[in-house]
């Protein structure tokens, strides 16, 4: 499957902002369940976003009233929205498809179509 593309991210001061987006030319991301995860050096990826074929979003709770997951129709892409940003937020983001039984933040299992990944520095 082609890998998806994630873009957007940069370095800012706690409390800034910065929009990620996630595409593929050719993959049909409007029909589709994806999320967003991220990861630090030496710890796990963590489940932060998801927004499903019904467009029900889901976020881990360390997010939920900062990030918001959309989908952008003109430009085709997934976006991650994030608001009042804190230094534990740093981390290189990701986005990928769901697994086929839904999307499950708590776990990688099943998701696919991971890119490079996108670096979000938060500084205090």
């Known amino acids: 499957k082609v890998p998806l593309v994630e873009s957007g991210g940069g370095s800012v001061q706690a409390g800034g902002s910065l929009r990620l987006s996630c595409g593929t030319s050719g993959y049909p991301y409007s029909r589709n369940c994806m999320g967003w995860f991220r990861q630090t050096p030496g710890k796990q990826r963590e489940g932060v976003a998801a927004?499903?074929?019904?467009?029900?979003?889901s976020l881990t709770d360390s997010v939920k009233g900062r990030f918001a997951i959309s989908r952008d129709n003109v430009k085709r892409s997934l976006d991650l929205q994030m608001n009042n940003l804190e230094p534990g937020d740093t981390a290189i983001y990701y986005c990928a498809r769901c697994p086929w039984a839904g999307p499950d933040l708590s776990s990688t299992l099943g998701w696919d179509g991971w890119g490079q990944g996108t670096q979000v520095t938060v500084s205090s």
């Open positions: 927004l499903d074929s019904g467009s029900g979003t």
